[in-house]
């Protein structure tokens, strides 16, 4: 079936030590999300590509970026994790066009901060 | 900016019967989705049902349906029949179409509980 993977599901790291989340997905979608979800919060969208074309949220902190070396693949660097960066991450996909208006998300990857 | 507003942060209802989540939104645009995700405990979010604005119909998507009132900028859904595996958080969210693909805003989200 096609999906939107999310690896690892759990990760954990330590105060300031750099972490990469990953997605991937097989729908061939050209959009990919990430968004960031704390606990009992709605998701807060980061960032998006539209291609290769970065959309960065102008709220979105310095600490956060993101590659997207394919259609296949994105990622979420967090440069420095602080405390208040434990969350989950969810990591969606679409077309663009108003015909194809829905996200597909993936499962999240949780991200403990230590 | 559009806003999205649940009222409701928890909710309960005993299997069977039929309950109805609230959402409320502010824009200024005449075009646009409106969405109900929902959210399993530790599972990913899918989509549940989505309305048009431009459509006066309501959308209906087997025991799903909802009760969009676009003057009113209103938006509840209603559970028929409700199942325990219907127990999830529940997102209300707004679409805005840019040229540079979807914008979703969530509401803060309902925390549904299926009592058998």
């Known amino acids: 079936d096609a999906m939107v993977i999310q690896n690892p599901r759990y990760q954990v790291t330590q105060f300031g030590k750099p972490v990469t989340l990953s997605c991937s997905q097989t729908?061939?979608?050209?959009?990919m999300y990430w968004y960031q979800q704390k606990s009992s919060q709605a998701p807060k969208l980061l960032f998006h590509?539209?291609?290769?074309?970065?959309?960065n949220e102008a709220d979105t902190p310095d600490n956060f970026q993101s590659r997207r070396p394919n259609t296949s693949f994105c990622f979420l660097d967090i440069r420095s994790p602080g405390l208040g960066d434990a969350a989950m991450y969810l990591c969606?996909?679409?077309?663009?066009?108003?015909?194809?208006?829905?996200?597909?998300f993936g499962p999240g990857t949780r991200l403990t901060v230590l | 900016a559009q806003t999205v507003t649940q009222s409701q942060p928890e909710m309960s209802v005993q299997e069977a019967e039929t309950v109805t989540l609230s959402c409320t939104y502010d824009?200024?645009?005449?075009?646009?989705?409106l969405f109900w995700y929902k959210q399993p405990p530790s599972r990913q979010m899918i989509l549940v049902i989505r309305?048009?604005?431009?459509?006066?119909q309501n959308a209906t998507e087997n025991r799903f349906s909802v009760n969009f009132q676009k003057a009113a900028k209103s938006f509840s859904l209603k559970i028929s029949d409700s199942q325990l595996g219907d127990a999830a958080m529940y997102f209300c969210?707004?679409?805005?179409?840019?040229?540079?693909?979807?914008?979703?805003?969530f509401g803060e989200g309902t925390q549904l509980t299926v009592n058998p």
């Open positions: 824009t200024s645009e005449s075009d646009y989705y």
């Open positions: 309305q048009e604005a431009y459509k006066q």
């Open positions: 590509y539209y291609d290769k074309d970065f959309n």
């Open positions: 969210a707004y679409r805005r179409e840019e040229t540079s693909g979807s914008r979703l805003t």
């Open positions: 729908l061939n979608h050209n959009v």
């Open positions: 969606a996909t679409s077309r663009v066009g108003r015909a194809y208006n829905e996200q597909f």
